[in-house]
């Protein structure tokens, strides 16, 4: 009696693991789940940097000779042209050397026309035998010392008058000057800093990208077809402009493993300055790209998943390399293909081999 009650509540227990079994299938099977119809589009896609925006040219004024400012003729920040005085520097003393400049010159020339005269009588009177050759020969040394004297003091002169035109400080370039550090009356020497002059009719954006980047875009042929860089400034708005891409630095900077470019920006009201940091948006097109939403997918072990959906309404984990990221959607580089079925959404309820029923096509 004992055997036979144990054997019929085996029986009834397994009947019911049977019954749960089938009515789990039978729930999983009818379970109604969103899909995704995987579509091809062309897209613009937008990647962004941080830039340092450097003025087109930008020198440093500084003064090439020592001295007191005797005037200053710019303020900062005042726009000037090429060739426009900027400083002058008191050349008194200068002038002073000139004087003795001219004077040592004017004496070297009659020493020069005093030796010629010589050495004419000398000549004549040698062709009769009247002096010797050595005579000669000496009165022709004075004469090439003479000139030799006066070539000095004409340098002598020259230099003079290029320290003279050091004085007066010029614009090399049309620019924005910047902060003057030194006021009229000032004493400067040579070398000392006086501002800085910036051109920024047109400014360089400079930004790096990873060298693994550079040489994926090499390959793809992809450096320089951007279809729009623009600027957003510190302040968050947009530049009125779009740039144009440049050429790299020449060598890949080992410490940051990243190669740098610059982007050329018009700026002829001069908005933005010398030393702006900004944000760089580089947009290309991207044709018959495959675009999924970030919740289509799960991720296991660093990798990347979708359900596919078969012909018998099957699920099947398929694996895809994701390209750029959007702002929430993935572009697929591989793994799917125009025409496929995804679950949109719910994947976490799901595992490989499930049948579900199609709820809504998106």
Do not use: W
């Amino acid at each position: 009696m004992y055997f036979k009650t144990v054997i019929i509540c085996l029986m009834a227990t397994l009947f019911a693991v049977s019954c749960s079994k089938d009515k789990e299938k039978s729930n999983q099977k009818d379970k109604e789940v969103p899909v995704l119809e995987i579509k091809e589009k062309d897209t613009l896609v937008s990647n962004q940097f941080v830039t340092d925006i450097q003025a087109k040219k930008n020198v440093e004024m500084r003064s090439r000779i020592g001295g007191i400012i005797q005037h200053i003729y710019v303020n900062e920040g005042q726009f000037v042209h090429q060739g426009q005085a900027l400083f002058k520097i008191n050349d008194a003393e200068l002038q002073m050397e000139l004087l003795k400049a001219n004077a040592t010159l004017k004496q070297t020339e009659a020493d020069v026309r005093i030796a010629e005269v010589e050495l004419k009588q000398i000549q004549s009177l040698h062709a009769k035998k009247f002096v010797a050759n050595n005579e000669l020969e000496m009165v022709k040394a004075k004469l090439s010392s003479a000139k030799a004297k006066h070539a000095f003091a004409d340098a002598e002169k020259r230099t003079v008058l290029q320290k003279i035109s050091f004085t007066r400080i010029t614009a090399p370039f049309d620019g924005v000057i910047d902060v003057i550090p030194h006021k009229d009356g000032s004493l400067v020497e040579n070398g000392t800093l006086l501002t800085t002059l910036s051109q920024l009719n047109e400014v360089y954006a400079y930004f790096s990208i990873p060298e693994n980047l550079y040489f994926e875009l090499l390959a793809n042929d992809k450096i320089g077809s951007h279809q729009k860089i623009e600027l957003t400034l510190p302040n968050g708005v947009n530049y009125q402009f779009n740039g144009a891409l440049k050429t790299a630095e020449g060598e890949i900077d080992r410490t940051t493993g990243s190669i740098r470019y610059k982007v050329l920006f018009p700026n002829p009201d001069r908005l933005i300055k010398h030393g702006t940091s900004g944000k760089l948006i580089i947009s290309e097109q991207q044709n018959n790209a495959i675009l999924i939403p970030q919740k289509s997918t799960f991720s296991i072990q660093d990798k990347t998943y979708v359900f596919v959906v078969d012909k018998q309404n099957k699920v099947k984990m398929t694996n895809i390399k994701i390209g750029t990221t959007l702002r929430d959607s993935y572009m697929v580089e591989s793994g799917l293909k125009k025409g496929d079925l995804i679950i949109y959404e719910g994947t976490q309820s799901l595992k490989d081999g499930d049948i579900i029923k199609i709820k809504k096509k998106h």
